[in-house]
């Protein structure tokens, strides 16, 4: 770790992502840079910045409520990888992976989807409903998965990564038009008094998102734990965009965490790395860094590649390339094939060159969080390669 400025800083990061995690603290009472750390809207991705009395709808961002859920079952290797082609089928054409899809599957509405749940009477959730409860238990694109691991026991882990879907998308495109926040990369962060009515109905719409997140990561994990015939006998689960009052060194903040794990001692989290990597269970220390990382670790291995500096940019009417693609389908399916891993959907935007190496950044956080257990990914199913992803971060 160390210090830019006030600022702790874990990892090595651009320039450009260590001016946006300063400008944010510019405006915050405290800010940390986690090791994942990369350029994001307003707010760095890995960015933790905490408010005594305001919240930032840039800083939790589009996808809110986004995080993972990781579930064990009673469930050995050997079985999983028997079959394992046949299952990523079928749980390839059960789940919705994509952008604006619906659940095939009828499910049992949750309380929090009734329209006298608090925090629906809101101009600004009321009319995202119906889409809500349509989307329920859909992936998403982008970075969004549902992977198949097996740990150093050879024990089956089930791990998901998506947050809110539209319904989040829109809560946070209401809230940023009525505050006037500015749009771009670049640019000052979103900040409301917390004790105002836009910033308290922000505060009772991203709850909600909250819980919503929440429920459908559940569903995802629980129909996957039964099409594999198996039982969860242990559960991981966390929001990393969002905010959390919480008590640090005796004063009261809204800490808003934007790709970053809460990790209190004793506070478990599962943390993905590439779709050919492995991934961790973790679990938050003690310590002097920990106090100065507002207790907050990394969400993912970080990415080191932007999409179109990946995938090349095309003119779609002229066909001329304007950019050529620096990664190509054969070296990702490389990647995978080395790693044995049965892959279903994903474009080269999510291959590993486009990420940083889990070990390594976790590595500097090794003073704040221990690793429980190495997940060993068998098979991940993510949206095809043609996906548009508008949720941003």
Known sequence: MKLIGNIPVWGDHEEKTLNQIQTCAATADRAAL?????????VPIGGVVAYKDAISPSGVGYDIACGNKAVRLDMPGSELRARIAVIMDELWST????????NPERIEQPAMLQASYPGWELDATGPLRHKANAQLGTIGSGNHYVDLFTDELDRVWIGVHFGSRGFGHGVATWFLKAAGAKDGMEVEPCVLSASTDLGEQYIRAMTLAGEYAYAGRDWVCDRVARLLGAEIVESVHNHHNFAWREEHDGEQYWVVRKGATPAFPGQKGFVGGTMAEPAVILEGVDGEESKQAL???IHGAGRVMGRREATGITDRKTGEVKRPAKITRQMMDEKIAAAKVELRGAGVDESPHCYKRLHEVLTAHSNTVRILHTLTPVGVAMAGANEWDPYKD
């Open 34 to 42: 986690m090791a994942d750390g990369h350029l994001g809207y307003a």
């Open 95 to 102: 789940l919705s992976f994509g952008v604006g899809r619906r």
């Open 295 to 297: 207790y907050s670790t």
